[in-house]
């Protein structure tokens, strides 16, 4: 970080201690000061701090004495201390809400935005920079509508402070919703649906978003297990997919026409592909490490049509060839 980043970050220290006095008895003595600055990771010596009050003083022009009788410095009256921003700190805070308009009916977010809208004002930025289109530039996959999504916010910050959460869940193949009580640990999306991974039972669980209702942050607290998060990412590693556990990894072989393997070499099915053959002319042959899960076969096979055939293993052929006659009946 920049020293002037870091200067600036003595300065908010600084200046949350000389308005402490509305929440805490007294005003900071430069002991006091140095200690609080030593506790947030910034050791400085006498001179250095007496600098930065300085600064407060003569270049922001804070309303800063030091009090003899008392020995302590403080603020003669209100006055808030104000991190520079310049337009292109803007520009850039707005193209971050755009990556997080998944957040987007969050009250946190919410209040971010209407922050960022205020220093836009400030800045007059519609006027210097009329064809600004930030949120232009990215566009995702993901459904603003999506189910569940109010949900997100709330289900991060029981996984922050390790409250266990309630809720219904109703699967996909059945019609008969089910009370949970969960330990949350990971939120994970995937191909525009974001699932909850965590502990229910001592045993990890995966549920999907979009199919919960009634969630209650309870104020029940639980120790994060750091095992757990390891066998998570141990087994997700070789998935395609959250669906996934209580699964084996095994090699699978493929091979892709001429047409479908310049879209293969350039973007992988998975961090596991490696080539079969060195300078194969005639498509393209693949071999990954895997779990067999409906996402793989539907993702990385079927996805492709005719332009794929599975090579190995058998009991993978066996199940691709059923699963495309009964389409084929379908027509």
Known sequence: MPKTKYAYLRYLIIHSQLKRNIHKYGYPTLADLKECLKD????????TLEKDLC???EERGAPLVYDRAQ?????TEDWEFDVPFTPEDVRFLRMLL???????DAQEFKQVKDSIDRL???YDLANQYPTDKTDKFILFEYSKGFRGRNFLSEIYDAIYNENEITFTHCRFDSDKPTKRNVQPYILKEHRNRWYLIGKENDKARI????????LKI?????????EFYDEVFRVLYDAVGVFAFEQDSEDVILHFNEEAAPYIKSLPLHRSQIPVYENETEGYTVRLHVKINSEFINECILRYGDKVRVISPEHLVAEVKLMLQNALKAY
């Open 207 to 214: 549920f999907g978003v979009d199919r919960i209702t009634d």
């Open 40 to 47: 947030e990771g910034f050791e400085v010596s006498d001179s």
């Open 98 to 104: 755009h990556k997080l308009q998944i957040f987007g």
């Open 218 to 226: 309870t104020k029940n607290q639980f120790a994060r297990d750091p």
């Open 120 to 122: 836009g004002e400030y």
């Open 71 to 75: 020995r302590c410095y403080r603020y």
């Open 55 to 57: 600064f407060l003083r």
